[in-house]
Nanobody, 123 residues
């Protein structure tokens, strides 16, 4: 299983980015998916997750109202739309595949990870 993130970059505070995550070798439609991030010197933290159907989502309090997780109709790609970005959002963002179809909020609930994409928000 390989996951590949894209869409990271450098943006000014208040700007937007959309991250994408796609899997090789199989489709993602049977699994819940999540996004995590890790800033320098900090532990990896949960950002957002979406269940198999796309009908349920969950967000960290720090990103609620600013970030939106979604998956396309073919369930092949998962997105993270990030608006009103803040310097504290700067981190490497990772896409992850859940072990099942229901949302997990902890990293232990995921069994496949991408290599990450850097998001840098300047003040």
């Amino acid at each position: 299983v390989q996951l590949a993130e894209s869409g990271g970059g450098l943006v000014q505070a208040g700007g937007s980015l959309r991250l994408s995550c796609a899997a090789s070798e199989f489709t993602l439609d049977a699994y819940a998916m999540g996004w995590f991030r890790q800033a320098p010197g900090k532990e990896r933290e949960f950002v957002a997750a979406i269940d198999r159907s796309g009908g349920k989502t969950a967000y960290a309090d720090s990103v609620k109202g600013r970030f939106t997780i979604s998956r396309d109709s073919t369930k092949i790609t998962v997105y993270l739309q990030m608006n009103s970005l803040k310097p504290e959002d700067t981190a490497v963002y990772y896409c992850a595949k859940d072990v099942g179809s229901v949302i997990s909020l902890r990293a232990q609930g995921y069994d496949a990870w991408g290599q990450g994409t850097q998001v840098t928000v300047s003040s």
